[in-house]
Protein backbone atom coordinates (compact mmCIF):
# COMPACT_ATOMS: atom_id res chain seq x y z
CA UNK A 1 0.00 0.00 0.00
CA UNK A 2 1.12 3.58 -0.64
CA UNK A 3 1.64 5.87 2.09
CA UNK A 4 0.39 9.20 1.44
CA UNK A 5 -0.29 12.18 2.73
CA UNK A 6 -1.38 11.40 6.55
CA UNK A 7 -3.59 14.57 6.89
CA UNK A 8 -6.31 13.73 4.03
CA UNK A 9 -8.24 11.45 5.99
CA UNK A 10 -8.92 13.29 9.27
CA UNK A 11 -9.65 16.49 7.12
CA UNK A 12 -12.31 14.27 4.98
CA UNK A 13 -14.00 13.15 8.50
CA UNK A 14 -14.45 16.80 9.33
CA UNK A 15 -15.77 17.97 6.41
CA UNK A 16 -17.84 14.82 6.49
CA UNK A 17 -18.99 16.14 9.71
CA UNK A 18 -19.48 19.62 8.51
CA UNK A 19 -21.62 18.24 5.35
CA UNK A 20 -24.01 16.18 7.66
CA UNK A 21 -24.48 19.30 10.11
CA UNK A 22 -25.15 21.45 7.11
CA UNK A 23 -28.81 22.68 7.01
CA UNK A 24 -30.45 21.48 4.14
CA UNK A 25 -34.15 22.18 2.55
CA UNK A 26 -36.35 19.84 4.15
CA UNK A 27 -37.21 18.51 0.81
CA UNK A 28 -33.64 17.96 -0.12
CA UNK A 29 -32.90 16.33 3.69
CA UNK A 30 -33.78 12.29 2.76
CA UNK A 31 -31.33 12.50 -0.16
CA UNK A 32 -28.72 13.68 2.13
CA UNK A 33 -25.64 11.34 1.27
CA UNK A 34 -24.16 9.74 4.49
CA UNK A 35 -20.19 11.32 3.98
CA UNK A 36 -18.90 10.33 6.76
CA UNK A 37 -19.54 6.13 6.01
CA UNK A 38 -18.41 6.75 2.61
CA UNK A 39 -15.26 8.37 4.04
CA UNK A 40 -14.59 5.55 6.60
CA UNK A 41 -15.49 3.27 3.80
CA UNK A 42 -12.79 5.02 1.30
CA UNK A 43 -10.12 4.76 4.88
CA UNK A 44 -10.51 1.32 5.28
CA UNK A 45 -10.16 0.14 1.60
CA UNK A 46 -7.22 2.15 1.26
CA UNK A 47 -5.60 2.66 5.04
CA UNK A 48 -6.34 -0.34 6.67
CA UNK A 49 -3.40 -0.13 8.65
CA UNK A 50 -4.80 3.16 10.27
CA UNK A 51 -8.26 2.76 9.67
CA UNK A 52 -10.18 -0.08 11.42
CA UNK A 53 -13.23 -0.72 13.42
CA UNK A 54 -11.52 0.99 16.73
CA UNK A 55 -11.47 4.45 14.23
CA UNK A 56 -14.80 3.78 12.79
CA UNK A 57 -16.55 3.58 16.56
CA UNK A 58 -15.02 6.47 17.36
CA UNK A 59 -15.90 8.21 14.31
CA UNK A 60 -19.32 7.81 15.24
CA UNK A 61 -19.34 8.69 18.31
CA UNK A 62 -18.22 12.04 17.50
CA UNK A 63 -20.85 11.81 15.07
CA UNK A 64 -23.35 11.05 17.58
CA UNK A 65 -22.36 13.71 20.05
CA UNK A 66 -22.35 16.24 16.99
CA UNK A 67 -25.73 15.27 15.51
CA UNK A 68 -27.12 14.97 18.65
CA UNK A 69 -28.61 11.21 18.21
CA UNK A 70 -28.68 8.48 19.62
CA UNK A 71 -25.34 8.02 21.36
CA UNK A 72 -23.86 4.59 19.77
CA UNK A 73 -26.13 4.45 17.04
CA UNK A 74 -23.82 5.85 13.99
CA UNK A 75 -20.75 4.28 15.85
CA UNK A 76 -22.35 1.07 15.56
CA UNK A 77 -23.22 1.55 12.11
CA UNK A 78 -20.67 2.40 10.75
CA UNK A 79 -18.60 -0.30 12.99
CA UNK A 80 -20.57 -2.80 11.10
CA UNK A 81 -19.65 -1.01 7.90
CA UNK A 82 -15.94 -1.38 8.73
CA UNK A 83 -16.58 -4.90 9.43
CA UNK A 84 -17.83 -6.19 6.11
CA UNK A 85 -15.40 -3.93 4.44
CA UNK A 86 -12.44 -5.27 6.11
CA UNK A 87 -13.66 -8.87 5.27
CA UNK A 88 -13.85 -7.93 2.07
CA UNK A 89 -11.18 -5.31 1.57
CA UNK A 90 -8.85 -7.70 -1.07
CA UNK A 91 -11.98 -8.12 -3.04
CA UNK A 92 -13.46 -4.72 -3.38
CA UNK A 93 -9.84 -3.76 -4.12
CA UNK A 94 -10.02 -4.90 -7.30
CA UNK A 95 -13.46 -4.76 -8.13
CA UNK A 96 -13.81 -2.08 -11.31
CA UNK A 97 -15.25 1.12 -10.00
CA UNK A 98 -18.86 0.50 -10.98
CA UNK A 99 -18.59 -3.00 -8.87
CA UNK A 100 -16.75 -1.19 -6.14
CA UNK A 101 -19.43 1.66 -6.68
CA UNK A 102 -22.81 -1.06 -5.79
CA UNK A 103 -20.83 -3.11 -3.11
CA UNK A 104 -20.49 0.50 -1.33
CA UNK A 105 -24.32 0.58 -2.40
CA UNK A 106 -25.37 -2.26 -0.96
CA UNK A 107 -23.45 -1.49 2.28
CA UNK A 108 -25.52 1.92 2.93
CA UNK A 109 -28.40 -0.02 1.86
CA UNK A 110 -27.73 -2.32 4.52
CA UNK A 111 -26.50 0.69 7.22
CA UNK A 112 -30.01 1.78 6.23
CA UNK A 113 -31.40 -1.36 7.02
CA UNK A 114 -29.87 -1.21 10.62
CA UNK A 115 -30.94 2.23 11.42
CA UNK A 116 -34.29 1.30 10.91
CA UNK A 117 -33.88 -1.54 13.34
CA UNK A 118 -32.37 -0.10 16.28
CA UNK A 119 -35.24 2.78 15.48
CA UNK A 120 -38.02 -0.20 15.76
CA UNK A 121 -35.88 -1.88 18.89
CA UNK A 122 -35.74 1.10 20.79
CA UNK A 123 -39.86 2.44 20.02
CA UNK A 124 -37.73 5.50 18.09
CA UNK A 125 -39.97 7.35 15.20
CA UNK A 126 -39.01 5.54 11.52
CA UNK A 127 -37.17 7.58 8.99
CA UNK A 128 -39.28 8.48 6.01
CA UNK A 129 -38.97 6.49 3.34
CA UNK A 130 -37.96 9.07 1.27
CA UNK A 131 -34.63 8.58 3.60
CA UNK A 132 -34.11 5.36 1.43
CA UNK A 133 -32.91 7.02 -1.84
CA UNK A 134 -29.52 8.05 0.38
CA UNK A 135 -27.91 4.94 -0.50
CA UNK A 136 -28.72 5.29 -3.83
CA UNK A 137 -26.48 9.06 -4.13
CA UNK A 138 -24.23 7.90 -1.85
CA UNK A 139 -23.45 4.74 -4.07
CA UNK A 140 -23.64 8.22 -6.92
CA UNK A 141 -21.06 9.67 -4.93
CA UNK A 142 -18.59 6.99 -4.18
CA UNK A 143 -16.72 7.43 -7.38
CA UNK A 144 -15.80 10.51 -7.47
CA UNK A 145 -15.36 11.07 -4.29
CA UNK A 146 -12.66 7.90 -4.12
CA UNK A 147 -10.78 9.27 -6.63
CA UNK A 148 -11.20 12.90 -4.76
CA UNK A 149 -9.71 11.32 -1.87
CA UNK A 150 -7.06 9.03 -3.69
CA UNK A 151 -5.71 12.13 -5.95
CA UNK A 152 -4.93 13.98 -3.05
CA UNK A 153 -4.05 11.21 -0.52
CA UNK A 154 -1.23 9.58 -3.11
CA UNK A 155 -0.23 13.84 -4.15
CA UNK A 156 -0.25 13.16 -7.61
CA UNK A 157 -2.92 12.44 -10.51
CA UNK A 158 -5.65 10.22 -10.24
CA UNK A 159 -4.89 6.40 -10.19
CA UNK A 160 -5.15 4.51 -12.71
Known amino acids: ?45 EDNDRVGLGFAFCVGVVADLAFGGLLGEQSLRLVVMAFIL ?28 ISTVLHL ?17 GMLLWAPLFLLLDALRIGRGVRR
Not at 19 to 38: D, K, N, S, T, V
Not at 124 to 137: F, G, I, S, V
Open 86 to 113: QRFRTQLRFFPMPQQALAIGGLLLNDRV
Open 121 to 137: ALGEPLLPLAYWWAPLL
Open 1 to 45: MTRGRSWVLPVAVLLALLLGLLPMPELLQPFRPYWLALVVAYGVI
